[in-house]
């Protein structure tokens, strides 16, 4: 079992920039799938960009939303996968979350609890 927990969320202005944090404890597999998803009130949860890695490959993956002013990497010594978010947008308020899964099956099956991320002036 991975347990996940996500931080760095707040109150970001139009235009500014907020990273998102997701350490991961536990059995972390050397094969492992994290995501990053966000829902905003009244809405669906939302793909917003994935990192997979298996041993020393990894490999990105961004939802439309995230394409541009997003970027999803992963610090290997620190167990934690980062979500540099630039360019923020009123629409982009949302409560984040990470989810990881295992590379062998499309599911997502441990989840943080979420952060949330409010952009307004």
């Known amino acids: 079992q991975v347990q996940l927990v996500e931080s760095g969320g707040g109150l970001a202005q139009p235009g500014g920039s907020l990273r998102l944090s997701c350490t991961a404890s536990?059995?972390?597999?050397?094969?492992?799938?994290v995501g990053w998803f966000r829902q905003a009130p009244g809405k669906e949860r939302e793909f917003v960009a994935a990192?997979?890695?298996?041993?020393?490959?990894?490999?990105?993956r961004y939802g439309d939303s995230a394409k541009g002013r997003f970027r999803i990497s992963r610090d290997n010594a620190k167990n934690t996968v980062y979500l540099q978010m630039n360019g923020l947008k009123s629409e982009d308020t949302a409560v984040y979350y990470c989810g990881g899964g295992r590379t062998y099956l499309t599911s997502y099956d441990d989840w943080g609890q979420g952060t949330q991320v409010t952009v307004s002036t």
């Open positions: 536990g059995r972390t597999p050397n094969s492992y799938r």
């Open positions: 990192i997979t890695w298996s041993f020393s490959t990894s490999s990105t």
